[in-house]
């Protein structure tokens, strides 16, 4: 495991970054694909996850959280939009046939949801963050004392086919609302973060990179109205 920050840490993943899980205090944030039930096991086995929330930060697909949600006895949580589609309810988001190869490959099974997590809401001293875009009911993590930010999917900081770092909008073809996932992450330059960490993608810590970025994407936002 790599330590990002106080009562932080990355695990460590079988391709390096390329899909990413934390440990905050006491909570698992992310569990990944199915695939990485065991990995993330033997992970957290010696960390204090309590029974408050196996998987804090809105998931990309079911993953691994039955398994891991089962076998440590501890309760699921998810954006209150995305409970749906976590319990079997409705499809993942977006509903469209790249995420539908995706989830036969990746997610795990359905499975009930304890905690619907909305904006504003506390996880291990974080706030919850509402960020559309990527789904309807995506969110990130924000720490304020050391102004950390676990920003999910509303960009990554790795090239998904070199496996290289650096910053990029996820495919459009992942979004509900590319345009929305834009105004996301300007939103979230906003909050002048010191670290971020990713779904995808080693942590960042240049914040004049993410500046930077964050106005090509406030520019296609603009281009966009004009």
């Given at each position: 495991m790599q330590r990002i920050a106080e009562g932080v840490w990355q695990l460590s993943s079988f391709v390096k970054n390329l899909f990413n899980s934390f440990v905050l205090p006491g909570v698992l944030v992310d569990a990944g694909t199915r695939w990485a039930t065991g990995r993330i096991l033997s992970q957290i086995r010696g960390q204090n996850i309590r029974p408050h929330s196996a998987n804090a930060l809105s998931p990309r697909s079911p993953g691994a959280a039955a398994a891991i949600c089962q076998k440590m006895r501890i309760p699921l949580a998810c954006h209150e939009q995305e409970v749906a589609a976590m319990e079997g309810r409705e499809p993942m988001q977006p509903d469209v046939g790249i995420v539908r190869l995706g989830q036969r490959v990746w997610a795990g099974p359905d499975y009930p949801v304890d905690e619907h997590l909305r904006e504003g809401d506390e996880v291990a001293g974080f706030r919850v963050i509402e960020r559309p875009g990527t789904r309807r009911g995506h969110i990130s993590l924000f720490r304020q004392r050391?102004?950390?930010?676990?920003?999910?999917?509303?960009?990554?900081?790795?090239?998904?086919?070199?496996?290289?770092?650096?910053?990029?909008?996820?495919?459009?073809?992942?979004?509900?609302?590319?345009?929305?996932?834009?105004?996301?992450?300007?939103?979230?330059?906003?909050?002048?973060?010191?670290?971020?960490?990713?779904?995808?993608?080693?942590?960042?810590?240049?914040?004049?990179?993410f500046q930077s970025f964050a106005e090509r994407c406030r520019g296609r936002l603009a281009s966009r109205v004009g």
């Open positions: 050391d102004r950390l930010l676990i920003a999910g999917d509303a960009l990554a900081n790795v090239h998904f086919f070199t496996n290289k770092p650096g910053l990029r909008l996820p495919p459009s073809e992942f979004c509900t609302n590319p345009a929305q996932n834009w105004e996301s992450v300007v939103r979230l330059a906003a909050l002048e973060p010191a670290v971020i960490c990713f779904g995808h993608g080693p942590p960042l810590r240049d914040m004049d990179e």
